[in-house]
């Protein structure tokens, strides 16, 4: 099964930074699409960014300048960088995949989604 296990959340204090990680699994990572989501208490969940299997590393307005995605194809992770956090990225961040699973490669593209990771901005 296709899996997406997210790290590095945790307690942050304003203008600090985090590193959240994406190890996936199961997927055909080279041709999938990858993004971070983030859903904060009471709000929709909301594109934080995405990198696309081809192209650049697009950017929510709302992070854009503060926030650096990455992939690395061979190990499989998709890597969010965050800077100068304020209490407004206090949120659930979960990664999300779509792509096609090693498993079941005739059934095409599907979405994917992590558990997700706690953010919290508070001093």
């Known amino acids: 099964q296709v899996q997406l296990v997210e790290s590095g959340g945790g307690l942050v204090q304003p203008g600090g930074s985090l590193r959240l990680s994406c190890a996936a699994s199961g997927i055909m990572f080279d041709s999938a699409d990858m993004a971070w989501y983030r859903q904060a208490p009471g709000k929709q969940r909301e594109l934080v960014a995405r990198y696309s299997k081809t192209g650049t590393p697009t950017y929510a307005a709302s992070v854009k300048g503060r926030v650096a995605l990455s992939r690395d194809n061979a190990e499989n992770t998709l890597t969010l960088q965050v800077y100068n956090l304020t209490p407004e990225d206090t949120a659930v961040y979960y990664c999300?995949?779509?792509?096609?699973?090693?498993?079941?490669?005739?059934?095409?593209?599907?979405?994917?989604w992590g558990q997700g990771t706690q953010v919290t901005v508070s001093s």
């Open positions: 999300n995949a779509w792509g096609r699973s090693i498993y079941d490669i005739l059934a095409g593209d599907r979405d994917y």
